[in-house]
């Protein structure tokens, strides 16, 4: 289980799947073993001898003011998604919170970057049949503008996440559509990062001087901070993704800012440097 510390903030990372899937591959066609050759950087943390992408999902533990909050709640168990790796989990997440201090009783705040069946599963749990919040003293933030979104979208080939894992919450009473740049404690803040989804948001996590960003799916694997122009199909607005990846880099490089990506295979986070024209992930 790895840890971080941002000032007073403790970070504890939940790994619920880590491979070279071809998952990965499908979220970036651009990525083929002879583009990702010139990066070699990337070996051997994000991608294999073979040149093939290694990547997670990952939920991250967050305390602060005394506040747990779980930061994207990855795929679930007993899920029927079209995914195999995806389809009817029967994963030991809980047990795992658990044993970080997490159990799902006392967890306070769940975040969802966004509004897909790989950040959302742990949002609800099968209980005779019926699925119910995971999380029964939890406040759930969810992009507004998600929401509105994925409410009035045809159920995805993927499965019906928005039926399984965010309308039984909102149905519960647990569920608070907010704005871009809500705050769940005067450390930590939502940031607006659109383009992969409607209403996709950032994480901020700053104290005593030092920050942390969990960047959700605006970058699906580092190798979109060599090559931001590489864009994935499941990107919803392909223009407002790329610009959004743009700005983050020009923003967050070469600065202090620790990047937690979502999907980024261990050690999941590092800072962005220069490397010649462009930049890398260095951890
Ligand atoms: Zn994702």
Redesign the pocket.
């Known amino acids: 289980m790895q840890h971080w510390r941002v000032g007073d903030v403790t970070i504890t990372r939940i790994i619920e799947t880590e491979d070279r899937s071809m998952t990965a591959a499908a979220m970036l066609p651009e990525a083929t073993p002879a583009n990702l050759a010139p990066m070699a950087w990337l070996r051997p943390h994000f991608v294999s001898e073979t040149g093939q992408l290694i990547s997670s999902i990952h939920s991250l533990l967050v305390q602060s003011r005394g506040q747990r909050i779980v930061i994207d709640t990855c795929l679930g168990n007993d899920k029927p998604r079209i995914v195999p790796q995806w389809n009817q989990r029967q994963g030991r997440f809980l047990e795992d919170i658990a044993a970080a201090g997490f159990p799902r009783e006392r967890v306070d705040f769940v975040v969802c970057t966004h509004l897909?069946p790989?950040?959302v599963g742990w949002n609800t749990m099968l209980v005779h049949d019926r699925w119910v919040p995971t999380f029964p003293s939890a406040r759930y933030v969810f992009s507004a503008l998600d929401w509105a979104w994925l409410d009035k979208a045809p159920v995805s080939a993927l499965g019906d996440y928005a039926g399984d894992s965010v309308r039984p919450v909102l149905a519960a009473g647990q569920g608070e559509c907010v704005a871009p740049d809500f705050r769940l404690t005067d450390e930590v803040w939502l940031e607006s990062t659109p383009g992969h989804s409607p209403g996709h948001v950032s994480i901020h996590i700053a104290s005593r001087g030092e920050h942390a960003i969990v960047t959700g799916?605006l970058m699906h694997h580092p190798c979109q901070i060599g090559r931001p122009r590489w864009s994935s199909p499941f990107d919803f607005d392909k223009a407002a993704a790329l610009q959004t990846r743009l700005d983050f880099l020009e923003r967050y490089g070469d600065t202090p800012v620790l990047i937690f990506g979502?999907?980024f295979a261990t050690p999941s986070a590092g800072r962005i440097v220069r490397d010649g024209d462009a930049w890398r992930l260095d951890v």
């Open positions: 897909h790989d950040h799916d979502s999907h």
